[in-house]
């Protein structure tokens, strides 16, 4: 298998290749050349197993089958329910995914747990190693450092904003006792976190120096990796052969929803999917007007969908395009620019309307989800959940069989959901003592040449 760049300019890569490059180096997004089909399998097979059979294709001359198995069973052991994505029943037609069993209680987990793995054995083949530099606004750096702490290729630097995260997300990550694991707190917003991950990016010789390298969404193996559970949960209700099962998908970088889309186009019996999003509604705006135009952040209960712009949207604006990356490249620039992209209505009619739903929730919508979630299944959701469940209240017909994801464990957003329900969610055993474990962290100034100073001094070529 070949991967591609949506700007067409990037070299055509293989798998390990494309793993190590997240971003093409034309600013684009890789996706396979063509899509494989992969269709459902046994119903009694593990989560891991079919993880293996469903990303075979995608590896296919770079991972023997083998190795893919073990780096697939050694990556879902880490979770604490045994089917990895159970479903639990949630009224007629209606479930809940519960992705949130890993180790950092959020659905990132699911990807970044085999991502470490996948990345320590390119990186041992190789005989290489790199430093994975990012941002995070909570639960994408504490997935992250959870997936590589035992990485021995792998030295990791996450940016966080100083006071800007809840005191459950910071000592995910400030508590983590690896060497090769590095938080920072910066005196700074995301933004700035974000910015200063972007200049070290854009100084090549930094980049080059210290094998600077990603994890964020825009990495192909991420997404391909959220595809499987799309599978599973289909296989789980006994409906490979019944009507399909839509998906509702509370959304920020459109990453999930996206490998939901790629669920459908490998064979899985995908219906509509759903598209939650918080009162940051650049998507759904889209849904109703053809037309995505960019505004700025406002911060809600739902914080891992605070964004301003949906960039793994653009592996679907290629297709779209009919894999013209030229085109993609021009479109995407006029966004840049001009802060608004279009599509015909030709375009809308093929690959939107058929497909996908849309909906915004404002936080009071959330919290009344969250309440009328435990009065009336007696059922803890976190409020990105919420948010879900509010776009298939409003999207989904009585009789659409909809599986709505459940992407964070409801401990991980306490406050919000006593605030609606009056009961505080416990963290599950594991985390029992998070909140006194000794942290580790350094603080830094919003600078880049201090903050320069300490990745070199952290880095894996140091
Ligand atoms: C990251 C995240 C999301 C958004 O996922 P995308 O792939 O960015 O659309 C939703 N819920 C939670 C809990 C998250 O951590």
Redesign the pocket.
């Known amino acids: 298998m070949k991967y591609v760049s949506t700007r067409g300019e990037a070299p055509t890569l293989g798998f390990n290749d494309t793993l190590l490059a997240g971003l093409a180096s034309d600013g684009g997004l890789y996706v396979p050349e063509s899509w494989p089909q992969v269709g459902h399998g046994d119903v009694r097979s593990t989560f891991a197993q079919r993880a293996a059979e469903i990303m075979a294709p995608f590896v296919a001359g770079e991972i023997p089958e083998t190795t893919l198995a073990s780096l697939c069973r050694d990556a879902y052991s880490t979770f604490r329910d045994p089917l990895v994505a159970p479903l639990r029943e949630v009224g007629e037609n209606r479930w809940l995914l519960e992705l949130f069993h890993g180790p950092t209680l959020?659905?990132?987990d699911v990807a970044l747990q085999f991502m470490g793995r996948v990345f320590d054995h390119v990186l041992q083949e190789r005989g290489r190693r790199i430093t994975v530099v990012g941002a995070t606004s909570g639960?994408?750096g504490s997935a992250a450092i959870d997936g590589v702490k035992a990485c021995r290729n792998v030295e990791m630097v996450i940016l966080f904003p100083k006071g800007r995260i809840s005191e459950v997300q910071r000592r995910q990550m400030t508590t983590v006792d690896s060497p090769n694991v590095h938080a920072v707190a910066i005196d700074g917003t995301f933004d700035d976190c974000q910015d200063l991950v972007k200049a070290m990016f854009n100084d090549s010789a930094f980049r080059e120096r210290h094998q600077l390298s990603a994890v964020n969404?825009i990495n192909w193996a991420r997404v391909m990796a959220q595809v499987v559970y799309y599978f599973t949960a289909i296989e789980q209700l006994h409906a490979v052969d019944s009507p399909p099962v839509s998906f509702s998908v509370?959304?920020?970088?459109?990453?999930?929803?996206l490998s939901g889309w790629i669920a459908r186009r490998l064979g899985a019996n995908v219906g509509h999917l759903i598209v939650g999003s918080n009162s940051n509604d650049i998507l759904t705006r889209f849904f109703e007007t053809q037309t995505m135009t960019a505004t700025s952040v406002v911060p809600t209960l739902s914080p891992?969908?605070d964004i301003q712009v949906s960039s793994n949207f653009e592996r679907l604006l290629f297709e779209m395009n009919s894999r013209d990356g030229k085109a993609t490249a021009r479109q995407i620039a006029g966004f840049r620019t001009g802060g608004k992209l279009s599509v015909t209505s030709e375009q809308f009619g093929t690959w939107i309307r058929p497909s996908f739903r849309g909906q915004r929730c404002s936080d009071g919508d959330t919290l009344a989800m969250i309440t009328h979630m435990y009065r009336t299944y007696g059922v803890l959701v976190?409020p990105?959940t919420a948010v879900g469940l509010v776009a298939t209240q409003s999207c989904a017909d009585p009789d659409e069989p909809v599986v709505t994801l459940a992407?964070?464990h409801p401990a991980k957003f306490a406050d919000a959901v006593e605030q609606a329900t009056g009961v505080r969610p416990t963290l599950p055993e594991h985390l029992g003592d998070l909140l006194s474990r000794p942290e580790r962290s350094t603080e830094l100034p919003n600078d880049l040449a201090a903050v320069q100073r300490f990745v070199a001094s952290a880095s894996a070529t140091r």
Not at 250 to 257: E, L, M, Q, S, Y
């Open positions: 959020a659905f990132k639960d994408t969404s509370p959304t920020g970088n459109f990453g999930n929803v891992s969908m976190d990105h992407t964070a």
